[in-house]
Structure formats: C-alpha cells, structure tokens
C-alpha cells in the first residue's frame, strides 16, 4: 500500500541559504491492514517522513527518493490527484492540535472542508456527515461540538466532551 525508499529530504535555510540534509534515506514498506510505529529521539525525523507522504514538508525543501501510495508516485502526482488523496485516503492527526488547527475557525470547518472540497458534497450533507463520523467516535453532543472553537474541545478535552 505505502512504499517509501530512500527518502532524503534537504531544507534550506531562508536566512542564511545553509542546506540541512533531514532525513538521510529512509525506507520501509507498509500493507494494507498493517500498523507501523515509527521509533526515534525527538527531531529525528519522524514526522518529517510523514510530510513528506502528504506533501506538506516545509517551504524550499527538496524531496528525493520514491513515495508510492497505492500504485501513485507521491512526488510526481499533480495537485489535484494530491487533494483527492488527501482527502479519502490519508490523514495526519497533528500532535499538537494548538498549533495544527486555525483556533479562529469552528471545528465544523475542519471537519466539512475535505468533504465539500474533495469529494464535491454540498455542506448540508458534508455537515450531516461530519456530525455522524463523531457520534462514531462517541461524541453524542454533535451540534455543540461542530460549532466550538478548538481551544474549547482540545487540551482539557475529556472534561469539554
Ligand atoms: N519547518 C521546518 N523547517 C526546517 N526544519 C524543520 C522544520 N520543522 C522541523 N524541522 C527539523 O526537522 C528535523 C526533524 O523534525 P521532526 O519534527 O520530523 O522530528 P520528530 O521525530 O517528529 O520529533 P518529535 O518526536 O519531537 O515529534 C528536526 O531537526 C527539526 O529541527
Ligand atoms: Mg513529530
């Protein structure tokens, strides 16, 4: 299903235009139905690997390598083909939803954009959707959580859900 090998991935530094070679080769293979955990000290790249999957790895970077997703090379796919995985088949769940999420927009936004964007649903139903996918996860209070703003559910989240 994912198929990465030997990823490097080089930033450069805006200010100075010093090259940092972050990730040195990666590779591994994952199958449908598999879990992987990625194992490493803190700033050893992990979440850069991800990135790199999604096609979100910071401004100026430089990509080399193969990234396969079911049969697409994720780093030759156009920016359509991007979005549409993004939207059906690939998530990140950001470690820390404070600086991941805009705190100025309604968790609603989040949840209906990929689903009124990508998958061409209008906002009633992407919303009728949205409220489903959390009563799934248990959360029943769906219409006050749609409406809330992230810092409202995230954080001490047990205690707001
Ligand atoms: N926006 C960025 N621009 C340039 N370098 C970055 C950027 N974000 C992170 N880095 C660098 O990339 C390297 C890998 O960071 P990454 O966030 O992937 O580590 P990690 O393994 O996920 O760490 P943690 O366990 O703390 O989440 C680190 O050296 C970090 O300083
Ligand atoms: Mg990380």
């Known amino acids: 299903m994912l198929k990465i090998n030997n990823l490097v991935l080089t930033v450069t530094d805006p200010d100075t235009g010093q ?9 591994f293979e994952l199958a449908q139905g598999e879990a992987l955990g990625l194992v490493g000290e803190s700033g050893s790249g992990k979440s850069m690997t991800l990135r790199c999957v999604l096609g979100i790895e ?18 030759r796919a156009n920016g359509e083909a991007l979005r549409r995985i993004r939207a059906n088949d690939l998530a990140l769940i950001a470690q820390n939803p404070h600086g991941a999420l805009n705190p100025v927009l309604p968790v609603e936004r989040f949840l209906i954009e990929g689903m009124s964007d990508a998958r061409s649903m209008d906002k009633k139903a992407a919303r009728a959707l949205a409220a489903d996918l959390l009563r799934q996860v248990g959360i029943d209070d769906t219409e006050r959580v749609l409406r809330s703003y992230p810092h409202q559910l995230s954080g001490d989240c047990c205690s707001a859900l």
Do not use: F, K, Y
């Open 19 to 27: 090259q940092t070679e972050i990730l040195h080769g990666n590779s």
């Open 58 to 75: 910071p401004p100026g970077a430089r990509v080399t390598g193969e990234i396969e997703l079911d049969g697409t090379d994720m780093l």
